[in-house]
């Protein structure tokens, strides 16, 4: 037995995205996205166990395919931030395996192309759910270059302009037919519309047969349009507004790259002179102060208990013409979110933020190393630097007090002090780049427990402010942030997990006294969890 797809389900079907109805993955887009999409309107988070799928009125065979489908995009998520090709290809291999099987289970079973969604026995509802997964895993192996899929794709077009609505799928059809170069998917390619291109294609020949108005510009072409001119933007931004000139040249380093050369945050070459060119000789842009009543009133709404902190960080940038926060220590007991505070203090200030978790480091390799070891590399804000394109950015030195004490590899806050004093930051000598770099536009924010085993000198140059226990009058606030980290960590819309109803609101206070974010973190987990656990199944 099994039960039909759901209203959600049925709209993810490929025949919305063969009529246009969809928008078809986008040039440098997520190729996989329909079948994700389908993954989550058919079961969310929870696909039944293969040897429960029966008590949920479910294929073993259907729910065997959602099920490594699950599997595939959790490797995928966890694997893409290490090596991204490498994770694209297992991902893309996963799922043109799942197409062939979903597709030799329709050619065992003879089954016809029926698209009217009204089914009312078992068999009917297996073959509504196989064709289902079938056609819109075929769109997705079909945009990273499965040929067999593409060829399921075409067959589908006869039955489909057979219908009473089959206009919407002629231009579909036209472009399909058309066997022209740019249509086929080549080694090295990723996801380029290729469905889009064949809607596009199909509707300007019929216009040019009709001698009609000119197709509409594609959305993936507009968006490419609008990108090009963010980038021009960005550049007069920076001819205009205020800059730095960070690194002047690599012509000293090994190699043949010229300064400016490539672009930041890019694959780079082998070489340090490669890694470097593109910020080298080129100014970056300083972060212009935003509206500081505008920033105040967004930290203040999510850190109603830290109202002190925000405005002694956010008064000395009045008056500025360009973001940098003064060397500031944030003291406070565990929990209290001191990290998350620095993170969304960066953001709010338009500052690119890296945090470096300086618990247990014992060696001084924040501040570069040297190229004659083989794992040399630049000091960790000049690689901020060169992440964002900006001479401002934000560096978080997280759990500074946790720091390692031995000074066999050099010691970490002995780095922090040269760095964070001006006038030597002007003139940084990156022992990896081996010249001088100017980092006077980069902030700190150092957070601790304690100012115990912390460095005289270092409590000296920094500003220290004290963040107390979190209170019940913060827990709307606290809230609302974690369930948005949460989406933000699953990659969740705020409509697939909303934030608490007044019920469970009432539940975080009787069990939260404050203090501790951490706490107040797993009570909102756990919430999280028992509304997966108590979802209604279809």
């Not at 297992?90 to 197409?99: G, H, K």
């Not at 030195?397 to 010691?411: F, Y």
């Not at 010249?435 to 006077?440: E, G, I, K, N, P």
């Amino acid at each position: 037995m099994t039960s039909p797809p759901n209203a959600g389900a049925l709209a993810c079907a490929i025949e919305r995205y063969l009529s246009g109805d969809a928008e078809a993955p986008r040039r440098a887009g997520f190729p996989h996205a329909p079948a994700a999409l389908l993954l989550t309107a058919r079961f969310g988070r929870s696909v039944p166990a293969l040897r429960t799928a029966s008590a949920f009125g479910e294929d073993v065979r259907i729910v065997g395919i959602y099920r490594g489908l699950a599997l595939a995009f959790d490797a995928y998520a966890h694997e893409v931030k290490r090596n991204r090709r490498e994770a694209e290809q297992t991902l893309a291999v996963q799922i043109a395996a799942a197409f062939d099987a979903v597709a030799g289970w329709l050619r065992e079973s003879d089954l016809i192309a029926d698209f009217s969604n009204e089914f009312s026995d078992e068999g009917e509802f297996v073959a509504q759910n196989l064709r289902l997964l079938a056609g819109v895993l075929a769109l997705c192996a079909w945009e990273v270059g499965h040929e067999p899929a593409r060829a399921y794709v075409r067959a589908l077009m006869p039955d489909l302009l057979g219908l009473r609505d089959g206009h919407r799928y002629v231009r579909a059809a036209i472009g399909l037919a058309e066997d022209v170069d740019h249509l086929h998917w080549r080694p090295g390619q990723g996801a380029l519309g290729r469905l889009d291109i064949a809607l596009v294609r199909g509707g300007r020949l019929l216009d040019e047969a009709s001698r009609g108005a000119p197709q509409p510009e594609t959305a993936w072409n507009a968006a490419a349009r609008e990108m090009a001119a963010e980038d021009k933007a960005a550049a007069a931004v920076v001819e205009t507004g205020p800059s730095l000139l960070v690194l002047a040249s690599v012509s000293h380093l090994p190699g043949l790259a010229k300064p400016g050369e490539g672009k930041p945050g890019g694959s780079t070459g082998s070489t340090p002179r490669s890694e470097w060119a593109p910020v080298a000789g080129r100014r970056l842009r300083l972060v212009r102060v935003p509206d500081l009543a505008a920033a105040r009133a967004t930290l203040v709404a999510e850190f109603p208990d830290d109202v002190a902190i925000v405005d002694a960080i956010l008064g000395p940038l009045s008056g500025r013409a360009y973001v940098a926060l003064p060397p500031t220590l944030l003291l406070g007991p565990p929990g209290t979110g001191k990290s998350r505070f620095s993170r969304r203090l960066g953001e709010v200030l338009g500052l690119a933020v890296t945090v470096y978790g300086c618990a247990g480091v014992s060696d001084s390799s924040f501040i570069g190393t040297s190229r004659q070891w083989s794992t040399g590399r630049a000091c960790v804000p000049l690689q901020a630097i060169r992440r964002a394109d900006a001479a401002s950015v934000l560096v978080v030195l997280d759990e500074l007090s946790r720091a390692g004490t031995r000074r066999d590899n050099g010691l970490l806050t002995d780095g922090i002090l040269a760095m964070t004093e001006r006038e030597t930051a002007r003139a940084y000598h990156d022992p990896f780049l081996e010249c001088a770099v100017d980092l006077s536009g980069v902030s700190y924010i150092a957070t601790a427990n304690t100012r115990a085993g912390l460095d005289p000198a270092l409590l000296s140059r920094f500003r220290v402010l004290e963040m107390g226990p979190r209170t019940l009058a913060s827990l709307p606030a606290l809230t609302r942030g974690i369930f948005a980290d949460i989406r933000a960590e699953r990659g969740l819309d705020d409509a697939w997990l909303p934030g608490p109803d007044p019920e469970e609101e009432a539940v975080l206070a009787a069990h939260w006294r404050g203090g501790s974010v951490r706490s107040l973190r797993q009570l909102v987990e756990g919430l999280v969890a028992a509304r997966d656990a108590l979802a209604t199944r279809m």
